[in-house]
């Protein structure tokens, strides 16, 4: 059983920082996708990035968030990190860790991820 769990939320100022990691387990698939998505009260979740070891390059939803996160991956370690830089009060969210294993190309869509982390909260104060 595929099991991820998230560390590092917390709160924060606006412009500050924080690192989310998240720990995989329960998995020997070379091929997967990881990504980070991200709930704020009232909206539906979102994709904001996502690896896949089936993919040249990471993606992100939007330039905005390309700007400021930056996601990686140790394979080795099965851990999957986001450095949030610049955060802003909009960026206040759960934010989840996701995983499709077995992945076989770039997958974005939120019903592709077949396994779930319990969400850490992010909290940015202006």
């Known amino acids: 059983q595929v099991r991820l769990v998230e560390s590092g939320g917390g709160s924060v100022q606006a412009g500050g920082s924080l690192r989310l990691s998240c720990a995989a387990s329960g998995y020997t698939e070379s091929r997967y996708c990881m990504g980070w998505f991200r709930q704020a009260p009232g909206n539906e979740r979102e994709a904001v990035t996502i690896f896949c070891t089936t993919a040249n390059k990471p993606y992100y939803a939007d330039d905005s968030l390309k700007d400021r996160f930056t996601i990686s991956h140790d394979n080795a370690k099965k851990t999957l990190s986001l450095q949030m830089n610049s955060l802003k009060p909009e960026d206040t969210a759960l934010y989840y860790c996701?995983?499709?294993?077995?992945?076989?190309?770039?997958?974005?869509?939120?019903?592709?991820?077949?396994?779930w982390g319990q969400g850490i909260q992010v909290t940015v104060s202006s």
């Open positions: 996701a995983a499709k294993v077995p992945a076989s190309a770039l997958y974005v869509r939120e019903s592709s991820f077949n396994y």
